[in-house]
């Protein structure tokens, strides 16, 4: 990857809907270099797809719930049991597996406490093997998610 190549990936991780014409002007390529670059840049997995960022308080989301869960066991059918059961529930966005106190930390986008309280008891609350759970919400976001560090001349894949 190149110096070109990082500026292309950090353009569309701030708007992937800008027409090419224009992210090949911001980069400073031709249409059809740029376009040869980002097909280039797809074939090798570094985009992996496009997607809309959504305002979370306009679809409702009031709040941001983070939640710590420990299993009873961390044997491979018990983390398999719950990582299948995660993938299951819309209301979770985000699951990962963790070092520290918790095994597993979940963020999860509710309407308000009512919502959540509905999230807890139909969904985190039937979770297999949970032991443990401690949630915390968010009261406000400092810095959102926009993307990954892409660092000029970095080598990927």
């Known amino acids: 990857m190149n110096n070109a190549d990082a500026r292309i990936l ?27 670059r980002v097909k280039l840049l797809e074939e090798r997995g570094l985009i992996t797809g496009y997607a809309a960022r959504l305002d979370q308080r306009a679809l409702g989301l009031e709040i941001m719930v983070f939640v710590d869960i420990s299993l009873h066991s961390q044997s491979e059918e018990s983390l398999t049991a719950f990582e299948e059961a995660v993938r299951q529930l819309a209301d979770i966005l985000e699951c990962h597996l963790t070092t520290g106190e918790a095994d597993y930390s979940l963020r999860i986008a509710a309407r308000g406490v009512r919502d ?11 979770l297999p093997g949970v032991a443990s759970m401690k949630t915390s919400f968010s009261l406000r976001s400092i810095k ?3 993307g990954y560090p892409v660092l000029d001349d970095q080598v990927l894949k």
Do not use: M, T, V
Request: charged residues 25%; aromatic residues 4%.
């Open 144 to 146: 959102p998610w926009r």
């Open 116 to 126: 959540y309280d509905r999230i807890h008891r139909e969904g985190l609350s039937r």
């Open 10 to 36: 950090r353009a569309l991780q701030e708007n992937s809907a800008s027409p090419l014409s224009e992210l090949a002007g911001k980069i400073g390529l031709s249409p059809s270099a740029c376009h040869r």
